[in-house]
């Protein structure tokens, strides 16, 4: 669950997964002052304090209308 805290001064808790805006129970305040949560943590071609660096598979890349993209060599 995320603490939360509204503009009304009034606090609560959500679901990280829910898709509904969150509302204070006790006067409807819709306006968030803060949020209580743990740090976000990354995967990838990132970096940061919350970053875990790590290589990536190539993938194949199509464009809409052009088919598979091919990779030239660059001129020196």
Do not use: N
């Amino acid at each position: 669950m995320i603490a939360i805290r509204w503009a009304c001064g009034h606090q609560g808790s959500v679901s990280p997964t829910s898709d509904v805006t969150p509302r204070c129970p006790e006067c409807g305040e819709h306006r968030v002052q803060s949020v209580k949560t743990r740090a976000p943590r990354f995967t990838g071609a990132c970096s940061g304090p919350y970053a875990e660096m790590k290589a990536l598979e190539a993938i194949p890349v199509s464009l809409a209308d052009k088919g598979p993209l091919k990779l030239k060599q660059p001129e020196d």
